[in-house]
Each structure stands twice: as structure tokens, then as C-alpha cells.
């Protein structure tokens, strides 16, 4: 039990360092599961998430291609083109 304690802590502590960064709680929460709670490769997304947002790209489509490219910032762009 303590275990799961201490994993819980630690994933409040990463949502929170990237409610802190600007990303909405429903975003960060979404990215976290999707990245099996790892605090980086959220990171990485919800920060490519917002770039290509303000590129004007639809956000499911970037959601999709993120999750396809693995957050690799050229190849999902060069797919968001394409679309």
C-alpha cells in the first residue's frame, strides 16, 4: 500500500509542475495517462500540443499524430502538412 501512496505523490507532484508551466488540468491529466504518468514525455507533448496549436492545427489531429510520431517534432509536423 505505501507504494501506491508513493506513486500517487509522485504523480500529483509532476501534474502540478506542468499546471505550473500553463497547461490545463484536463490536458495534463490526458497526457500523463497517455504516457503512462511518465512526467517527461508529457511534458514533451503537451508542449508540442501547444506549438502546433498555435500554428493552427486542429488539436485532435495533433493529438493523433503526436501519439503516432512518438512526439518527434519533424515527422508530425511533416504529417500535419500532409493532412
Known sequence: ??????????YLAA?????????????VEEAMEMFQYSE???AEFLH???QFNDMG???????????????QKEKALEELVMK
Open 40 to 42: 517527461k514525455k508529457a
Open 48 to 50: 508540442l500540443l501547444t
Open 1 to 10: 500500500p505505501g507504494c501506491l501512496l508513493l506513486q500517487f505523490l509522485s
Open 57 to 71: 492545427f486542429q488539436q485532435n489531429e495533433i493529438k493523433e499524430v503526436l501519439l503516432l510520431c512518438g512526439n
Open 15 to 27: 501534474c502540478d509542475r506542468l499546471l505550473k508551466q500553463g497547461y490545463e488540468e484536463g490536458q
